[in-house]
Nanobody
Framework: QVQLVESGGGLVQAGGSLGLSCTTS????????MGWFRQAPGKEREFVSAISWGGRNTLYADSVKGRFTISRDNANNMLHLQMNSLKPEDTAVYYC???????????????????WGQGTQVTVSS
């Protein structure tokens, strides 16, 4: 069974930066689009960003566009999310996710992902 493991969450002041990472031992990592989602208390899990299997195409939620950057290192099975200019409303548990099928295009839809990490907490204080 594929396992995704996130790291890099923590507490930061508004305006600060954090970098999240997601890794897997799955050898086919480079064949799948990957995404980041987040879930705040009492809210639905929402799309943050996604990246194509080769890293060429990216998607961002409007709320994070211009502040967050998604990237991947297929040689080392790593997915990253660099978060700058953080706001208190960015506070959530952040999850990385793998697309359902290999070679899929990146998507903002939750149903297009079927493998999820355990999540990492990001807290932004005002």
């Amino acid at each position: 069974q594929v396992q995704l493991v996130e790291s890099g969450g923590g507490l930061v002041q508004a305006g600060g930066s954090l970098g999240l990472s997601c890794t897997t031992s799955e050898r086919t990592f480079g064949s799948y689009a990957m995404g980041w989602f987040r879930q705040a208390p009492g809210k639905e899990r929402e799309f943050v960003s996604a990246i194509s299997w080769g890293g060429r195409n990216t998607l961002y939620a409007d709320s994070v566009k211009g502040r967050f950057t998604i990237s991947r290192d297929n040689a080392n099975n790593m997915l990253h999310l660099q978060m700058n200019s953080l706001k208190p409303e960015d506070t959530a548990v952040y999850y990385c996710a793998r697309s359902v099928r290999s070679w899929d295009s990146p998507s903002y839809r939750r149903d297009d992902y079927n493998t999820w990490g355990q999540g990492t907490q990001v807290t932004v204080s005002s």
